[in-house]
Every structure is written in structure tokens, then in C-alpha cells.
């Protein structure tokens, strides 16, 4: 995976001064802030949100792969000008890291060749025709998505409409143990001070060496998965300032200088075990993203298809994610539906209020999952 960094790391650190402006081309990490930061500005402060820059990457990549004229520079400006496509993330170490991406058509469309061989060639894709009017095609799209997500995300679509002639989809799962796990025997009830009121938690607790930093009242932490190539990543705002103010500020600039204020320190580490769902309909965070001629008479998809013309319809993101003293199973799944356009049916840091986490490549620091807790 090319390097796209951590997205919110130490973000807090710099709380003030002037919004960053739009990172450098072909980085992933530009289009990994853009995608967090609108995700979470499309829906309401009081919830929680976890999304996967990655898992949207990809399909947003595989878009781009059939657009053309405006359509394509407006997915190239939203990635940022980088490029998602198959990975093979290996295992080892007990953990589990798997990409899985497939295309489904309707028996009543044609596709180019040439699009189809990017797609299983470049994608590494599961191509397949279907009878879209068949209602086990909907059935068949959502096994496949618990196949590939050890059964988290077991819905990502509850129809096809008579318009859709291609739906395009990602999965991604991640299970990994911490390096080092947390004492069971240490995890109390404490209080999680959340937007929406106080609540009683399990909160994990480990007296250890991590890399940690604090600036300003902001606290960052990074916690190893086992083998030492993935990591979480939590920054705790200062007290009485919430994600969401944050995020105006968080650019890659932040990300390198944040990185090199993480020292190994003693640190007394009390933290919620949580688990959350998100599912989100993208549209508007894309349209926000500069994505809006495709979502339009005006979208360009001749790389597809000839037949047409053809847009975007609906893209939609689901994520799990469950955090305990073993480790973090964490999964994400999503689609694209495209449909004709013409006539057609020591120091301590204690995690008891929202924080914000991600899970990162350590060496790539590429972005798997992000989210911000704001209630548990």
C-alpha cells in the first residue's frame, strides 16, 4: 500500500491556526483526511462514526477506471490523485488482513472488455452476470459480502433497483491481538463521559512502554498489533474540546511532525473496550469531496460501457469494529450502484470521553479504519 499515514494523529497538538490546505498530488493521505473529515460532517455530533478510507479508495478506483472527460478528473481530485487497487496484505502473527473486491453485472448489460480485464486484472476482481430482476441476486451480493467479512457485515444492499446495471463492491477485514494484550483480571467498570451523557464502560487497563506524546493537553498513543507492522493510533483531545473541532486542521503536515514527538514512555493506559456500526450512505460526503458530475446526467462512463448513458447512483459504506483486551476484529464493506440514465425500469492516559482512533500500516502508515467515539 502506497503511504497515506494516519489521519488524525496529533491533529489536537496543533488545535490552532490556520486550516491545512489541500496535500500534495498522488498522495493517499490527502484523500484519507478529505473522506474522514466529510464522513463525519454528514452526520450528527451526537454519533458515533467509523469508516474505512481504504475500502472507499478502492471502489472510488475502480470508478475512475471507466470515467472519462470531467467525471475522471473530478475522481482524480478526490483521491487525490492516487490509486487503489488489489493488495495482498499477507498474514502472519495472527493476524488476519484481506481485501476482496468483485463486480456484478446485469445479464441485460454490456460491459467493454477492456474494463473487465482492468477490473480482474488490476483489482484482482470477482466478475460475474447476473439477473438483476432476480431477487436472489441480492441474496448472492450479500453472502458474498459475509464471506469476505467473517460474517460482520452481512448486508449491503436490501434491493436492486430496475435503473442498475453495475454494482461495484469492496470488502475489507482486519483481525488482529494486540502485541500486547490487556489483563483481564484489570478490566473495571468505570464511567465514559460521552456528548450524549455518562455511561458505564468495561475499561481495559496495562501499565507499559508505548510510544506517546502529549502537546497542549492533547494526548496521543500508539498501541502495536502482534508482529509489530499495525498499529492503533488514539488521540484524546485537551478536556473540553470535542473531535469535530479538531478536524478542521488535521493535514499530512501534522502527520510527519506528530509522528516524531512519539517517545517510548511509561504509561498507565486505561481504555474502553467498544464495539460500533456504521452505515452510511457516501453520496453527499462525495459530492462535498468534488465528485458530482457522476452522480449526474452529465457523469462520463464510457470506459465502461458503450451502452448508456450512465451514472452513479448510490455508494454506501458499512463498518464494524470491536475493540477488547485480546485485540480488534474490525471489518468494512462497500458498494457502488450504477444505473442507466435513459428510459430503463507514568504519564497516564485515561480514554473516558470521544477520542478518535484509526488502525495503521506502522511502517506505511497506511489508513485501514478511522473513526471517532463520542458515546459507548
Known amino acids: 500500500m502506497k503511504r497515506i499515514a494516519m489521519l488524525t494523529v496529533m491533529a489536537a497538538m496543533t488545535a490552532c491556526g490556520e486550516p491545512v490546505q489541500k496535500p500534495a498530488e498522488g498522495s493517499q493521505t490527502g484523500f484519507a483526511l478529505s473522506f474522514f473529515k466529510n464522513a463525519v460532517s454528514a452526520v450528527s455530533s451526537e454519533e458515533n462514526v ?10 472510488l478506483s475502480m470508478l475512475e477506471a471507466g470515467a472519462q472527460g470531467e467525471t475522471k478528473v473530478e475522481f482524480d481530485n478526490a483521491l487525490n490523485g492516487a490509486y487503489f487497487n488489489a493488495e495482498d496484505f499477507g498474514s502472519g502473527d495472527g493476524i488476519t488482513i484481506e ?32 439477473n438483476f430482476a432476480d431477487p436472489s441476486t441480492v441474496q448472492a451480493i450479500n453472502n458474498w459480502c459475509s464471506e469476505h467479512t467473517s460474517g460482520k457485515i452481512d448486508q449491503i444492499i436490501d434491493r436492486i433497483g430496475p435503473d442498475m446495471v453495475m454494482i461495484l463492491v469492496n470488502a475489507l477485514y482486519f483481525n488482529a491481538p494486540w502485541a500486547d494484550a490487556f489483563d483481564e483480571n484489570a478490566t473495571r467498570d468505570a464511567v465514559f463521559h460521552g456528548r450524549s451523557g455518562d455511561t458505564e464502560v468495561k475499561m481495559m487497563s496495562r501499565k507499559a512502554m508505548y510510544n506517546y506524546a502529549e502537546y497542549q493537553g492533547a494526548k496521543m498513543i500508539e498501541i502495536p498489533y502482534a508482529g509489530g507492522k499495525y498499529a492503533m493510533y488514539v488521540v484524546l483531545p485537551p478536556a473540553g474540546m470535542t473531535p469535530e ?13 506528530a509522528m516524531s514527538m512519539l517517545q517510548p514512555k511509561e504509561v498507565a493506559l486505561s481504555m474502553p473496550e467498544f464495539k460500533a456500526e456504521t452505515s452510511l450512505v457516501l453520496n453527499k460526503t462525495l459530492q462535498k469531496m468534488g465528485i458530482s458530475t457522476a452522480f449526474s446526467p452529465a457523469a462520463d462512463f464510457k470506459g465502461i460501457s458503450v451502452m448508456g448513458p450512465l451514472r452513479l447512483d448510490l455508494v454506501k459504506q458499512k463498518c464494524y469494529i470491536d ?36 488502525i495503521a500500516d506502522m511502517e506505511e502508515k497506511g489508513i485501514l479504519f478511522a473513526g471517532k467515539i463520542v458515546n459507548l
Do not use: C
Open 323 to 358: 475493540v477488547t483486551e485480546k485485540g480488534t476484529e474490525a471489518a468494512a464493506v462497500t458498494s457502488a450502484q450504477i444505473r442507466m440514465t435513459s428510459a430503463r425500469p507514568a504519564q497516564s492516559m485515561n480514554i473516558d470521553r470521544p477520542f478518535i482512533f484509526v
Open 99 to 130: 481485501s476482496s473486491n468483485s463486480v456484478w453485472i446485469s445479464d441485460d448489460f454490456s460491459v467493454r472488455n477492456r474494463y473487465v480485464d482492468l477490473m480482474e486484472k488490476d483489482f484482482d476482481a470477482f466478475v460475474t452476470t447476473q
Open 245 to 257: 473541532s479538531i478536524l478542521p486542521y488535521i493535514g499530512e503536515h501534522l502527520y510527519d511532525s
Open 50 to 59: 467509523v469508516v474505512s478510507p481504504y475500502s472507499a479508495g478502492v471502489v
